[in-house]
């Protein structure tokens, strides 16, 4: 087993991590930007080590800074949490090389499925129902002009390297697809230094459904059930749940088979999720593979009382998996809690938190990294907090989850606590009929509103 494990991370995620790894004795080091000199993972780690100033490009995501943090501390493992480096195949590759053990994919695994094109072909290999559309990246315009013809409009243009909504466009009549084309491409180079382009099928009313897995170095795979993630604006999750709404035991089970079948095809090693999308006939459709734990872990360890971050760290230590799949047996919502105004777009509000009360109760988990007289730097991602509620019913989770909203108060700042507040009321959520365009056809009310 690891003695000590550097956390190339910040916030909450970096705070989760730290928490597991006292459980299991093991020691840990933080590091962080000058901005975040005052967060608490910098107060709860064992040791923390400053690697650059404020920008992610000159602190989180300066390779360099990192490995010699691990270094300097002697750490033999590095956790990457989500976003930044950690599906980084370079950064992966380089622990490799400094006899760092990477507690994430392997760099040949990450650059399989990280890039999308390329798990569209390797899943298609594996027998896992793929999302029609083009083979590989389009050369050029006039193949993508083909290729839309001959899968029929309305039509997704996607970028290969994309996350995060860049270099997405819907294309729903051929006279938009040249502008689409164009923009997406430039918008995808912008942002990833990457402008290839493939095409699918556009899915009508679709819900955003991932598997959760966990695979171990001898190609073992298990799947821990499903999280319904339709709810986001401008592919932004803004709220997750388990078990969806929507989903049958059958389907269930269907999707649970192809998530172990992609993870043991490519002998998958450590904790991912398969993506699908699902319409409204409950076809469903590889999306992606997020290589990573992802942010919304937290309630499939509620549901089936198990510690993600625990066996990500097992697993990268070479402990087999027991390669039985985990059903959920009670019900949980998770809402990210970002530092934003909903009534004004979701306009960032970085800042201090002059007052914070956060709610308790049974079933109430609260993963945060801030606190009363914590200043929110305005270079990171705007998530402050994950909201979670569990119970044996879904109706019971979201009275749960209304009654911990109306307690969590964080002041100093505006949130989206209100927006989640609102959510709650809503009768398609509550009736769990919702897709991911849900979004494009909620109003924000302005009673829920924080008026200080």
């Known amino acids: 087993m690891f003695k000590k494990i550097l956390i190339a991370n910040r916030g909450e995620i970096a705070l989760r991590v730290i928490r597991t790894c006292k459980e299991m004795g093991i020691k840990t080091v933080a590091v962080y930007s000058k901005a975040d000199a005052d967060s608490l993972h910098v107060r709860f780690a064992d040791e923390a080590v400053c690697i650059g100033p404020a920008p992610s490009s000159e602190s989180y995501l300066k390779i360099p800074n990192i490995i010699s943090a691990a270094e300097i501390t002697n750490a033999d493992a590095i956790h990457p949490g989500y976003g930044f480096l950690s599906e980084n195949s370079k950064f992966s590759k380089i622990c490799e090389e400094h006899d760092i053990k990477f507690i994430g994919a392997s760099a040949e695994m990450i650059e399989k499925m990280g890039d999308k094109a390329t798990a569209k072909a ?138 172990v079948k992609a993870a043991e095809f490519i002998k998958y090693e450590g904790a991912g999720t398969v993506e699908f999308l699902v319409d409204k006939h409950r076809n469903f459709y590889f999306m992606e593979m997020n290589t990573r734990i992802q942010v919304e872990h937290p309630i499939t360890e509620q549901v089936i009382d198990y510690d993600l971050i625990r066996e990500q760290i097992l697993v990268a230590a070479g402990v087999p998996i027991s390669g039985k799949n985990y059903f959920p047996k009670l019900h949980s919502i998770e809402c990210r809690i970002n530092a934003e105004d909903p009534y004004k777009g979701f306009r960032p509000s970085p800042g201090m938190i002059t007052n914070l009360h956060a709610p308790g109760g049974h079933g109430v988990r609260i993963d945060t990294h801030v606190y009363s007289g914590y200043a929110i730097p305005p270079n990171y991602d705007s998530m402050i907090a994950k909201l979670i509620t569990t119970a044996q019913t879904r109706e019971e989770a979201i009275n749960k989850m209304k009654r911990a909203l109306d307690e969590f108060i964080i002041e100093g700042i505006q949130t989206t606590i209100p927006f989640h507040r609102q959510l709650m009321d809503d009768p398609a959520y509550i009736s769990g009929n919702y897709t991911t365009k849900f979004m494009e056809d909620f109003v924000m009310e302005e009673k829920y509103a924080d008026h200080d």
């Open 122 to 259: 390797t899943m298609k290999e594996a027998g896992v129902p793929c999302v029609p559309g083009s083979e590989g990246i389009l050369e050029d315009y006039d193949e993508c002009l083909k290729v839309a013809k001959g899968m029929g409009f309305p039509v997704m243009l996607k970028a290969t390297a994309g996350g995060g909504g860049k270099g997405m466009r819907a294309v729903w009549a051929v006279e938009d697809l040249e502008d689409a084309w164009n923009s997406a491409r430039q918008e995808a180079g912008a942002a990833f230094g990457n402008d290839g382009m493939y095409m699918e099928k556009l899915i009508e009313e679709p819900r955003h459904i991932e598997i959760q897995i966990v695979g171990d170095s001898r190609g073992k795979a298990c799947h821990l059930s499903e999280r319904d993630c339709s709810v986001q604006r401008r592919h932004q999750k803004l709220t997750e749940e388990t078990p969806s709404p929507f989903m049958t035991d059958d389907l269930r089970e269907k999707m649970g088979n192809a998530a």
